[in-house]
Structure formats: C-alpha cells, structure tokens
C-alpha cells in the first residue's frame, strides 16, 4: 500500500504562510483525488481541501481563499500553500485520498502564534 510522508510544518505567527508537501509512494497517486486533513488539539480529523486527478478543487468555507492545494502527479506529491494563518489553524495535518482509505502518515505539526 502506498505510504505518505508530509513535510513543510512549523511555528508560524499569525498572518504568515506556510507550504506543506505530501510525498506518495506507489501508482495509484495519479488516479486518487487527494485531500488535505487537519487535527487540531482536542477536535476530530476534518477534511479540509480536495484535489481530483484533473486538478479540480474544492476547499472547506473556513480555509477558503486562504488556502490553495495543488499537485504534482509526475512528483506523486500533493501541496499546500497555506496563508493569512491564524491561530484557529493550529493543527497536525495530514493529506490521503478523498476517501482516506490509505494509512495515515505521521503528518506534520502547524502551531499558529497570536
């Protein structure tokens, strides 16, 4: 089964960007719609942005304009440039497919000062 590794977190101050990496091994990256998850302390996993195979997107209304995932299907590596942070963006996030039928990796730490 393919494993994901996503990089590129950090501390960050309100107001500032970040750009996380996913790197997918294995083929089936390509024909997956993929999807960036987040977790913050104390809440559920949500989904908070999708990205099909043709690069069609679609984004939670609480990242909406701030947020933009894109992909590189020749790198097996989905992005996202995450700006106008704030602090309710403080989370561990993660990306899988839409259906989120691959193993978690260990995602990567977003901490969003005030």
């Known amino acids: 089964q393919a494993q994901l590794v996503e990089s590129g977190g950090g501390l960050v101050q309100a107001g500032g960007s970040l750009r996380l990496s996913c790197a997918a091994s294995g083929s089936i990256f390509s024909i997956n719609t993929m999807g960036w998850y987040r977790q913050a302390p104390g809440k559920q996993r949500e989904l908070v942005t999708t990205?099909?195979?043709?690069?069609?997107?679609r984004y939670a209304d609480s990242v909406k304009g701030r947020f933009t995932i894109s992909r590189d299907n020749s790198k097996n590596t989905v992005y996202l440039q995450m700006n106008s942070l704030n602090p309710e963006d403080t989370a561990v996030y993660y990306c899988n497919t839409a259906t989120a039928y691959l193993c978690w990796g260990q995602g990567t730490q977003v901490p969003v000062s005030s």
């Open positions: 990205i099909t195979s043709s690069g069609s997107t």
